[in-house]
């Protein structure tokens, strides 16, 4: 089994879900602060398929606390609450490549 640093867990988090949002939105130029839903390029129903991938990707429940969109209103936001579910900040329960 490969244990991934904190850094190198969070840079795999990162890009798992730019590969999400890319697949989903054409805007290739996708900065990690970027505002989706300030800047027009996801709605609601977006909202909620970006929950079930991560969801699914990511082994968690999104509960109806979670469900606030400063969760998930930038690449950096929602890395930052995928570690934050997974116990994985500060290198604590890093996720495995899949």
Excluded: C, W, Y
Aim: aromatic share 8%; net charge negative; no cysteine.
């Amino acid at each position: 089994m490969i244990t991934m640093t904190a850094t190198e867990n969070e840079e795999h988090i990162k890009q798992t879900v730019r590969g999400f949002l890319l697949s989903s939105i054409n805007m290739p130029n996708l900065n990690d602060e970027d505002n989706l839903f300030e800047m027009g390029i996801v709605n609601s129903l977006f909202a909620i398929q970006l929950m079930t991938f991560i969801e699914r990707t990511f082994d968690l429940e999104v509960e109806t606390e979670d469900l606030d969109i400063d969760n998930f209103k930038s690449l950096n936001a929602t890395t930052e609450f995928v570690m934050r579910k997974t116990g994985s900040s500060n290198g604590r329960g890093a996720l495995q490549p899949t």
